[in-house]
């Protein structure tokens, strides 16, 4: 693959000492388009796996970045970069977001106490649910359903 797409002046190799340079630096340039192809492309594929298992396993408040990054097996270093890189957000913030979608519907649709949802989502601290809820949605979870039950009441 990686000479398949070189010109004729690229695979000659019966080539004067003046011509030397140009060929390798034409040679390296492949080289580092072809690497930077591939690591795009194993990193979506990384990402990819990374969202479905925690889009499986959110709810399990033993996730980690490691437990996934081992799920797909990369280093949990390396799972971070690819989030960053790949999603623009971090794991944290990916997980956190898919924690507090779930839990929004739960407000909206059950009675649940809040450490009932905490514990649906995957936290094993209500308080400490309590707090990402409002720092992440910029309200309180009892404000957050008594705005929604006003607006489902309103429409």
Not at 124 to 134: A, E, G, I, K, L
Request: charged share 30%; with cysteine; aromatic share 10%.
């Amino acid at each position: 693959e990686f000479t398949g797409g070189m010109d004729e002046s690229m695979q000659n190799f019966n080539l004067e000492a003046a011509d030397m340079d140009p060929y390798l630096e034409g040679l390296l340039g492949r080289a580092l388009e072809y690497r930077d192809r591939e690591s795009t492309r194993q990193g979506s594929r990384i990402l990819q796996e990374a969202e479905a298992y925690l889009d499986e396993n959110y709810t399990n408040p033993e996730l980690s970045l490691n437990s996934a990054a081992a799920q797909v097996g990369v280093s949990g270093s390396y799972l971070s970069s690819v989030f960053s890189r790949e999603a623009g957000k971090t794991f944290v913030e990916y997980l956190t977001g898919k924690r507090m979608k779930e839990a929004c519907r739960l407000l909206r649709e059950t009675k649940d106490h809040t450490a009932e949802i905490a514990a649906a989502v995957g936290y094993r601290d209500p308080h400490y649910f309590s707090y990402v809820f409002r720092k992440t949605m910029g309200y309180s979870t009892k404000e957050y359903r008594s705005r929604m039950e006003r607006e489902s009441a309103e429409s």
